[in-house]
Protein backbone atom coordinates (compact mmCIF):
# COMPACT_ATOMS: atom_id res chain seq x y z
CA UNK A 1 0.00 0.00 0.00
CA UNK A 2 1.29 3.60 -1.15
CA UNK A 3 1.35 6.33 1.08
CA UNK A 4 2.09 9.54 1.19
CA UNK A 5 2.94 11.29 4.96
CA UNK A 6 3.35 15.27 4.70
CA UNK A 7 4.51 17.07 7.58
CA UNK A 8 5.88 20.39 8.40
CA UNK A 9 3.23 22.70 7.93
CA UNK A 10 2.25 25.52 10.61
CA UNK A 11 1.52 29.32 10.97
CA UNK A 12 3.98 31.42 9.79
CA UNK A 13 4.19 35.71 9.33
CA UNK A 14 4.55 37.00 6.57
CA UNK A 15 8.38 36.65 4.96
CA UNK A 16 9.37 33.29 6.92
CA UNK A 17 10.22 30.17 6.56
CA UNK A 18 9.02 26.97 6.38
CA UNK A 19 10.28 23.00 5.33
CA UNK A 20 7.89 20.59 4.19
CA UNK A 21 8.64 16.95 4.03
CA UNK A 22 7.14 14.66 2.63
CA UNK A 23 7.99 10.45 3.08
CA UNK A 24 6.98 7.52 0.97
CA UNK A 25 6.69 4.02 1.43
CA UNK A 26 4.80 1.48 -0.96
CA UNK A 27 6.41 2.50 -3.84
CA UNK A 28 9.53 2.58 -5.69
CA UNK A 29 10.48 6.23 -5.28
CA UNK A 30 13.39 6.26 -6.97
CA UNK A 31 11.77 5.62 -10.42
CA UNK A 32 9.09 7.77 -9.33
CA UNK A 33 8.54 12.08 -10.27
CA UNK A 34 7.40 13.96 -7.22
CA UNK A 35 5.89 17.27 -6.61
CA UNK A 36 4.06 19.46 -4.04
CA UNK A 37 0.79 21.10 -4.86
CA UNK A 38 -1.42 23.56 -2.81
CA UNK A 39 -5.22 23.98 -2.96
CA UNK A 40 -6.14 27.54 -1.42
CA UNK A 41 -10.37 27.68 0.03
CA UNK A 42 -12.18 28.15 -3.16
CA UNK A 43 -9.68 27.75 -5.83
CA UNK A 44 -8.28 24.46 -7.34
CA UNK A 45 -5.48 22.44 -6.79
CA UNK A 46 -2.44 24.02 -8.34
CA UNK A 47 1.18 22.96 -9.41
CA UNK A 48 3.65 24.31 -6.70
CA UNK A 49 7.08 22.24 -7.69
CA UNK A 50 8.01 19.45 -9.46
CA UNK A 51 11.03 17.34 -9.60
CA UNK A 52 11.58 14.20 -11.19
CA UNK A 53 13.76 11.37 -11.07
CA UNK A 54 16.30 12.53 -12.33
CA UNK A 55 16.38 15.64 -10.22
CA UNK A 56 15.03 18.19 -12.20
CA UNK A 57 13.15 20.98 -11.03
CA UNK A 58 10.03 22.98 -12.32
CA UNK A 59 8.33 25.63 -10.24
CA UNK A 60 5.31 27.57 -10.92
CA UNK A 61 5.68 31.25 -11.34
CA UNK A 62 4.44 32.22 -8.25
CA UNK A 63 7.57 30.42 -6.21
CA UNK A 64 10.08 31.16 -8.35
CA UNK A 65 13.46 32.07 -6.23
CA UNK A 66 11.57 31.82 -3.50
CA UNK A 67 10.77 27.76 -2.95
CA UNK A 68 13.19 24.72 -3.39
CA UNK A 69 12.15 21.16 -3.83
CA UNK A 70 14.62 18.28 -3.11
CA UNK A 71 14.68 14.81 -2.53
CA UNK A 72 16.55 11.84 -1.12
CA UNK A 73 16.08 8.67 -2.74
CA UNK A 74 17.45 7.08 0.09
CA UNK A 75 15.86 7.84 2.55
CA UNK A 76 12.20 8.03 0.56
CA UNK A 77 11.57 11.73 0.98
CA UNK A 78 11.05 14.81 -0.65
CA UNK A 79 11.35 18.39 0.63
CA UNK A 80 9.88 22.22 -0.09
CA UNK A 81 11.65 24.88 1.41
CA UNK A 82 9.78 27.67 1.57
CA UNK A 83 11.43 31.00 2.19
CA UNK A 84 9.84 34.55 2.20
CA UNK A 85 6.46 33.23 2.81
CA UNK A 86 3.47 35.69 1.47
CA UNK A 87 -0.16 35.59 3.08
CA UNK A 88 -1.59 34.43 -0.69
CA UNK A 89 0.70 30.67 0.17
CA UNK A 90 -1.24 29.95 2.38
CA UNK A 91 -3.48 26.45 1.42
CA UNK A 92 -3.12 22.93 2.09
CA UNK A 93 -0.04 21.46 0.68
CA UNK A 94 -0.31 18.04 -1.13
CA UNK A 95 2.43 15.61 -1.86
CA UNK A 96 2.25 14.16 -5.40
CA UNK A 97 3.51 10.70 -6.52
CA UNK A 98 3.71 9.79 -10.20
CA UNK A 99 5.24 6.00 -10.42
CA UNK A 100 5.39 4.33 -13.88
CA UNK A 101 3.62 3.28 -15.96
CA UNK A 102 0.50 5.57 -14.87
CA UNK A 103 -0.04 5.23 -11.43
CA UNK A 104 -1.10 8.54 -9.22
CA UNK A 105 -0.63 9.12 -5.35
CA UNK A 106 -1.43 11.71 -3.07
CA UNK A 107 -1.37 12.90 0.56
CA UNK A 108 -3.29 13.55 3.06
CA UNK A 109 -2.30 17.27 3.18
CA UNK A 110 -0.50 19.76 5.80
CA UNK A 111 -2.23 23.30 6.30
CA UNK A 112 0.14 25.88 5.49
CA UNK A 113 -1.09 29.40 6.89
CA UNK A 114 0.82 32.67 6.19
CA UNK A 115 -0.37 35.80 8.77
CA UNK A 116 0.39 38.17 10.94
Known amino acids: QVQLVESGGGLVQPGGSLRLSCAAS????????MGWYRQAPGKQREVVADITRGGNTNYADSVKGRFSISRDNAKRMVYLQMNSLKPEDTAVYYCNGRAPPEATYWGQGTQVTVSS
Open 26 to 33: GMIFSISD
